[in-house]
């Protein structure tokens, strides 16, 4: 990474910053301990290029170490000017179709991207669910039957490689101890 040019590059970076003491408000965050911080002096993190560029006038050192590089293109440009120009020429309901198309491109990019399904099964199956799914919560119904909320975006087929995996490393550790 020693030969990239942040300037002319446009992507994602691992990157090892220092951030100088003498800068009173840091600006580039860090997630520590699940809370989001600012902080000061030297970490490792992964930053937007751009993000970095606003950065370096303020004195901040950046050691760029791997990089995801992403082309520029204009997706939604034609998209948002055929219907804003149709939304500013109509009147009723396809001036409010024109609208709504042009908000509902905003509120795609938006949303949560977690998925989350209910289903309702036998406490003696709980088990079949938890090696194929991430579950969020269980909530027990009576003695027999429980609800589990299920994250659904997540491959099936990668937990169960990752609990295989875990299963092993915990075989394998239990048999040195």
């Known amino acids: 990474m020693n030969n990239i040019d942040l300037n002319n590059f446009f992507g994602f970076f691992l990157c090892e910053i220092h951030c100088p003491d003498n800068i009173d ?56 000017n055929t219907f804003y120009k149709i939304k500013m020429t109509s009147t009723g309901s396809e001036r409010w179709i024109a609208k709504l198309l042009i908000n509902c491109l905003y509120g795609v990019f938006g949303r949560k991207q977690s998925l989350i399904e209910t289903i309702n099964v036998y406490n003696s199956d709980i088990e079949k669910y938890v090696i194929s799914n991430i579950i969020k919560t269980i909530i027990p119904i009576n003695n027999d039957i429980s609800t589990l909320l ?18 092993i490393e915990i075989n394998n550790l239990k048999k040195k101890y």
Request: with cysteine; net charge positive.
């Open 25 to 80: 408000n840091p600006m580039l965050p860090l997630r520590y301990n699940n809370k989001t911080i600012f902080p000061r002096g030297k970490w490792v993190g992964t930053y937007f290029s751009e993000e970095l560029k606003s950065v370096l006038p303020l004195g901040y050192k950046i050691k760029l170490l791997e990089g995801i590089e992403l082309s520029k293109i204009d997706l939604f440009t034609k998209y948002v």
């Open 150 to 167: 299920l994250i659904k975006n997540v491959d099936s087929n990668l937990i169960r490689e990752l609990n295989n995996t875990c299963s």
